[in-house]
């Protein structure tokens, strides 16, 4: 069987092949990629070569926020049916080390990511996954909804560290599919006023629409002294920096009040 591949060959260069597709080994799932998201740091891969310190290795395959269809399943597995309905976690875990065991698998001293070289991601028809790493979704959501869980999940974790307090006010900047989902859950933890500071007209209004009170074109106005003079020069108490970028992690300091948090999301870029 052969499944295409849509392959980063080079910076800013996708190549289509195909390559041969096994059956799924013990404890593993064959499926079908339906949709997949493209991710902030896909772009910093194709567009400048790396993500962070960690460079591209070409060919490679990128895509991490992926749903699908199970199409078979290998020996062992119980539970799933060609069929099945999932999302599909990109995240390898050993399990085994200090901090698998201790509840802390997202820092896994052996972890493996599917779309980082050597573990190819799902801009591909099929691949065979781990059958922990399947995410059930209900009939009524489709794949490009479920494509969402995994930035999601980034969302959700970066709230551990926002720590929000009932009422409490907040500033996003960034409004991107992540800022926008940060929005959103900042309103339902209960937060008073929420900023949203995003260049492009058309996020600032989507941002509007996730429960944003207020929101702030950072290239017409200096975005932290128009927060600090809407909050009587105090500062919000929570400032969470979904961009990266445009001097935005120093606008986040200055908008924020003493003693407050300052939560990076975004992954930082030199231009």
Same mark, same amino acid.
């Given at each position: ?31 079908? /990629? ?118 999601? %999940? ?36 209960? %937060?008073?006023?929420?900023? %949203? ?12 629409? %996730? ?15 128009? /927060?600090?003079?809407?909050?009587? $020069?105090? $500062? ?27 939560? /990076? ?7």
């Amino acid at each position: 069987m052969k499944s295409r591949v849509a392959e980063l060959s080079a910076q800013r260069k996708f190549q289509f092949v195909e390559h041969d597709l096994s059956d799924p080994a013990p404890g593993e799932v064959q499926v079908h /990629i339906d949709a997949v998201g493209i991710c902030g740091s896909d772009m910093h891969a194709y567009a400048e070569g790396g993500v962070g310190d960690t460079p591209c290795l070409y060919p490679m395959v990128l895509g991490h926020e992926p749903a699908g269809v199970v199409v078979k399943t290998g020996n062992g597995v119980s539970g799933w049916s060609a069929g099945d309905r999932a999302a599909f976690e990109p995240s390898i875990y050993c399990y085994h080390c200090e901090f698998c065991r201790t509840g802390h698998h997202n820092v896994c001293a052996n972890l493996r990511f599917m779309s980082m070289p050597g573990d190819p991601g799902f801009f591909r028809e099929y691949a065979n996954i781990p059958v922990q790493n399947l995410i059930p979704i209900p009939a009524g959501l489709g794949a490009r909804e479920a494509i969402l869980i995994e930035p999601l %999940a980034v969302v959700l974790h970066s709230m551990q560290f926002v720590a929000l307090r009932q009422t409490e006010t907040a500033v996003v900047f960034g409004a991107g599919p992540i800022g926008l989902m940060t929005v959103i859950c900042l309103k339902l933890a209960g %937060a008073g006023r929420v900023w %949203a500071v995003e260049p492009v007209a058309a996020r600032r209004e989507m941002a509007r629409r %996730a429960g944003a009170d207020a929101v702030v074109d950072p290239h017409a106005i200096d975005a932290a002294r128009e /927060i600090m003079r809407d909050t009587g $020069g105090r $500062g919000v108490d929570v400032a969470i920096d979904c961009a990266t970028t445009e001097g935005s992690v120093n606008q986040c300091l200055r908008a924020t009040r003493n003693a407050g948090r300052v939560v /990076i999301t975004g992954i930082p870029v030199e231009r």
